[in-house]
């Protein structure tokens, strides 16, 4: 690796932090409340910084989404279609993501960690600098996509951590 994937792991690695801390010791109905009936709970924030994670780095590194390649969409039963990944959710939709684990949360996202960290084991740091999307203007390089995932991921594991909080007293 080089300096600026290892950067990138350890930033990667410091999401996965977040989200375990956010999500363990937590039952399936503290995971799936809501503060109120427009905010996210917990076990929806995390599945879906996990999806865009996952839909994200199977974008840029050509792969398919762990999601379905290793059959997490089964696992979590949610009533929506594979591709979908939370983005643009009503409120109906945040509170039909309930009767999660925290084991399942956490396991997904273990698998996503792992596939972006196998991925980022062969970016060269001139790879930062490629052209991923060209939808944007300007467009979206590899270096800018990976930065917005982890900010994407970190703001919503912030979100988790602050409802744990208020649901645990502190």
Do not use: C, K
């Amino acid at each position: 690796m080089t300096a600026g994937t290892d950067l990138l792991v350890d930033a990667f690695g410091r999401v996965r932090e977040a989200v375990e801390e956010a999500v363990t010791g937590l039952g399936p109905d503290e995971l799936a409340t809501r503060l109120d009936d427009e905010t996210n709970s917990i076990g929806w924030l995390v599945w879906h910084l996990t999806r865009i994670q996952d839909d994200h780095i199977a974008g840029v590194a050509g792969t398919e989404q762990i999601w379905t390649s290793q059959d997490w969409s089964e696992r979590f039963g949610l009533p929506f279609p594979d591709d979908d990944t939370g983005y643009g959710h009503s409120a109906e939709d945040v509170a039909a993501v309930r009767d999660l684990s925290a084991q399942l949360l956490t396991g997904y996202h273990e698998a996503v960690h792992d596939h972006t960290v196998q991925y980022l084991a062969g970016v060269q740091d001139a790879d930062l600098e490629g052209i991923v999307d060209r939808a944007w203007t300007p467009p979206i390089t590899l270096g800018v996509r990976l930065v917005s995932v982890i900010a994407d991921d970190l703001q919503h594991a912030g979100q988790a951590a602050f409802v744990r909080g208020v649901l645990r007293g502190g």
